[in-house]
C-alpha cells in the first residue's frame, strides 16, 4: 500500500516541494536519488500551504507521465 512522502527537490537557487506516493521512503531515494524525503513538515509549510501542495503536487512514483518524473530522469542521463 502506498503512503505519502514530503519530499523536496533543490536545484541550487530554491527548491520544490512535492507529495509522492510510495511504498516506502527506501523506493523514492532509490527511484530519484536527487529528491530528498522529508520527515518533518517545515515551519513554514502551513495548513493551507499544504493542502494546496497535496491539491497541485502530488505524484504517484510510478506515474511515468508526469512531467516533473521526466525531468528527475532527464538530469541523471
Known amino acids: ?13 530554491g527548491g520544490v516541494w512535492i507529495y509522492l506516493t510510495a511504498d516506502s521512503a527506501a523506493q523514492i531515494r532509490e527511484r530519484f536519488p536527487q ?8 515551519g ?3 495548513d493551507d500551504k499544504d493542502r494546496l501542495l ?8 510510478d506515474d511515468t507521465e508526469n512531467a516533473f518524473h521526466a525531468v528527475l530522469l532527464q538530469q541523471r542521463t
Do not use: C, H, N, S
Request: no cysteine; hydrophobic share 35%; aromatic share 12%.
Open 44 to 46: 513554514w509549510l502551513t
Open 54 to 61: 497535496r491539491e497541485k503536487m502530488t505524484i504517484d512514483i
Open 1 to 13: 500500500m502506498k503512503t505519502e512522502y514530503l519530499a523536496r527537490y533543490d536545484y541550487g537557487t
Open 35 to 42: 529528491l530528498r524525503v522529508v520527515t518533518d513538515r517545515p
